[in-house]
């Protein structure tokens, strides 16, 4: 019954969209059915694609775009479809991820470029990537999305950044967990694993170590027993499973190596350490930026200190705070302009018709005039919350910095969620160009080198230890070896 049902709703979708097409997948040679034919496929890369530069902004360095292309181009033109018009480009966010869409549009954020540890490993990425393309996956993966899911990608990615209201719309988790997450096209393992093999024998046929794909593996796969902090979308969320993959690449590599003079083969580990070089690390300062629990925001000149512990993501229309291991959010954005004048008549109209037990007032926060409202409602994540959010009037705008908790937790946590509600606060002109930017520098290890040292001395924690442990390659409980070329992370040069 399952089996009859779903070969109906394929030939139902195939039939309305009418495109069918029975297709010879480019790597393994078989027959298969497929949704989309070429030219379709190229079209739809091409749109996603300007959806991509928009939203995600392109990172602008030039040198290291045209060393990036470069590469890819050569790997390309050695896979199963050198005649695809390829793209490349290194996109400006700080989360560690690189994604391909269908049509041959490979994309890699500067924050993977942060974690490779030589060319090897970004021909590794490269080319798993573009086997992700030459074997169709972005075609069945972009297929096999119900028609529900479709749409809400379009909407997602053909329509301007919804700025929603998470106290009353659509719900926080759309707001903070989706983003770009949903054009990102989910793989199964088998497909990676084939995306594995396809990029080490691209990598081996353009003269790189094969090596580069476990490499770049293990460290992504240290990554994620390290609860990855740069949110959302990254690498995991979109390819499964690394650190098991890189037993399953490694007869793989064994068997390529066996094919080639293995010493001719290119690492190039310094090379590549000079490429990346002042690359930023870590989130756009222009954009606002994480230091510790607190958020600040050189720009719209504002900071808020979210409780100690919880975890902030940045993005493009909210700041959200997560509660460590439970539920419980704290969200700071820009309230939707309009028409109503006052704070008050602002958080009505935000404030969702199947509120409860509303209780409202006007206040000062630091100086600002505020007006502060509670109720609850149910969620369909949460089940009854309890949200607590302040309108907040800030040099011409209107801010909403609140918490949306279990109701049945919510007298726990009120006072941590009232003091981070009161922390909203105006940051002067010389506090806002003392906010810099961090980027990637090179240290060389001297004997008796820790993580934490390293760390300390270049400027205060700006990361933790582990990570600066695992951007070299590292397990987090090794030390750096003496007379290694490390990565590290410094302060950079002021904002604009
Ligand atoms: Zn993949």
Same mark, same amino acid.
């Given at each position: 019954m399952r089996r009859y049902e779903r070969a109906w709703t394929a030939a139902l979708l195939a039939a309305a969209l009418m495109l069918a097409a029975c297709?010879?997948?480019?790597?393994?040679?078989?027959?298969?059915?497929?949704?989309?034919?070429?030219?379709?496929?190229?079209?739809?890369?091409?749109?996603?694609?300007?959806?991509?530069r928009e939203q995600m902004g392109v990172y602008d360095s030039p040198a290291l775009q045209g060393y990036v292309a470069d590469l890819g181009h050569r790997l390309a033109a050695l896979s199963h479809?050198?005649?695809?018009?390829?793209?490349?480009?290194?996109?400006?966010?700080?989360?560690?991820?690189?994604?391909a869409l269908p049509g041959g549009y490979i994309y890699l954020t500067r924050g993977i470029?942060?974690?490779?540890?030589d060319e090897a490993e970004l021909a590794g990425v490269l080319g798993h990537e573009i086997g992700h393309v030459t074997a169709r996956h972005s075609v069945q993966a972009y297929s096999r999305a119900t028609g529900a899911q479709l749409g809400l990608l379009l909407g997602q990615i053909f329509v301007p950044p919804m700025r929603s209201n998470p106290y009353g719309g659509p719900g926080i988790m759309d707001a903070a967990a989706s983003g770009l997450g949903l054009l990102l096209l989910k793989f199964g393992r088998d497909d990676e694993v084939q995306a594995d093999r396809l990029g080490a024998e691209y990598a081996t046929g353009g003269g790189w170590h094969p090596e580069g794909v476990a490499g770049m593996l293990s460290t992504l796969g240290r990554i994620s027993?390290? @609860? &990855?902090?740069?949110? %959302?979308?990254?690498?995991l969320s979109t390819h499964p499973e690394p650190t098991a993959r890189v037993a399953e690449v490694a007869p793989v590599v064994a068997r390529l190596l066996e094919t080639v003079d293995a010493s001719g083969l290119r690492i190039d580990r310094g090379g590549y350490l000079e490429r990346i070089v002042g690359v930023r690390f870590g989130d756009n300062p222009e954009e606002?930026?994480?230091?510790?629990?607190?958020?600040?925001?050189?720009?719209?000149?504002?900071?808020?200190?979210?409780?100690?512990?919880?975890?902030?993501?940045? @993005? &493009?229309?909210?700041? %959200?705070?997560?509660r460590p291991g439970r539920d419980g959010y704290m969200l700071l954005q820009l309230a939707e302009e309009g028409e109503p004048a006052t704070l008050e008549a602002i958080a009505e109209r935000d404030t969702p018709r199947d509120a409860r037990n509303v209780s409202a007032g006007g206040s000062r926060i630091n100086g600002m005039d505020a007006h502060i409202r509670s109720y609850q409602r149910d969620m369909d994540n949460l089940g009854a919350v309890m949200v607590r959010a302040a309108y907040i009037r800030h040099d011409g705008q209107v801010y909403v910095v609140g918490a949306v908790v279990p109701v049945a937790e919510f007298t726990r946590i009120e006072r941590e969620v009232n003091r981070s509600i009161r922390s909203f606060r105006a940051l002067s002109a010389e506090e806002a160009a003392r906010i810099l930017p961090n980027e990637i520098a090179l240290y060389e290890a001297v004997a008796g080198d820790t993580w934490q040292r390293i760390a300390q001395r270049a400027g205060g924690e700006l990361v933790p230890a582990a990570t600066l442990a695992i951007m070299n390659g590292y397990p987090v409980d090794e030390q750096p070896r003496a007379g290694g070329r490390l990565k590290i992370v410094v302060q950079g040069s002021p904002v604009g």
């Open positions: 297709a010879t997948n480019p790597v393994t040679g078989g027959r298969e059915f497929a949704l989309m034919t070429e030219g379709r496929e190229i079209s739809i890369g091409e749109g996603a694609d300007a959806q991509i479809r050198p005649y695809l018009p390829w793209h490349f480009a290194v996109v400006d966010s700080p989360a560690v991820n690189a994604f470029l942060a974690y490779l540890g027993e390290l @609860s &990855d902090r740069r949110g %959302v979308p990254n690498w606002g930026i994480a230091r510790g629990h607190e958020f600040v925001h050189p720009v719209l000149r504002l900071g808020v200190e979210f409780p100690e512990d919880w975890e902030i993501q940045n @993005s &493009d229309t909210v700041v %959200v705070a997560r």
